[in-house]
């Protein structure tokens, strides 16, 4: 009888020709589930795992299902149509400055340097983040952002500082114009966190504004937003974390034009 619920359950999640195949031991306590996982190379990773024949057995398995359908951006057949595939990822997204947001100011005569922002290996790449518990590291399967993560912010952040008009000039440092301010942030957050079917992202920048001929940090703020999905898969997530990119940059531009001001003396 356990046996035949947990054929059920592995067929519920559709990934009982491509994943798994039930092993009967001859012990009637314990079972043997062979997993198969292809991998972006179309290479085959198998294991054996055990697994106790009863309820907490039954748990288990029904929480690596559901891990794994986390994984493939909530759709486990997604995650091994990406696994299969060439490499190259289905969907690409990018972040959309909202310039409506971003309120203009008069000019100041101060010219402002956009460092690119760090961030922990899980958020410099292009992959999008998805954690199902605040230990876990995992990404949207087949798809990415348009650039690396840090790349992208740093690009949005000259943005909205550009379209403030309340600078004589905004620079991410490639075009060697020498800055009166630099702003230097740190991504601690940017992914979409799942508890159950719920979805929220979830957006922390650190921001340091650093008066170059004197090398000192004259200012620092935390910019964090969460905000609701509407589903666990990969568009909502993306439509989530780009309108609280938008809510975060407004409040960072705000922060800035304040602070330079201030401290320019302008």
Known sequence: MFGS????????FGVSRLFFALQLPTSNRAFLLRFRLPTSNRAVLETILPFRSDRSGFMAILALLTTLSILGGCSLSGAVKGALSDGTPSQTFDLVLD??????SSRLSTQIVVQLPAAV???????ILVKPSPTQVTYYGDAVWSDRLPKLLQARMVEALQVSGRFRAVSDGSDR??????LSTTIEAFQVDVEGERATANIMIFAKLIHVASGKVYASRSFKVSLPSKTRVVGD????????MNQALQSLTRWVV??????MGS
């Open 258 to 263: 304040r602070r330079g001001r201030l401290r």
């Open 237 to 244: 997530g993306v439509d989530a974390l780009n309108d609280g």
């Open 5 to 12: 619920r947990l054929q059920k359950l592995i067929k519920a």
């Open 99 to 104: 310039r409506d947001l971003i309120k203009r």
């Open 121 to 127: 290996k899980a958020l410099a790449g292009d992959n």
């Open 177 to 182: 114009i020498s800055g009166d301010v630099t």
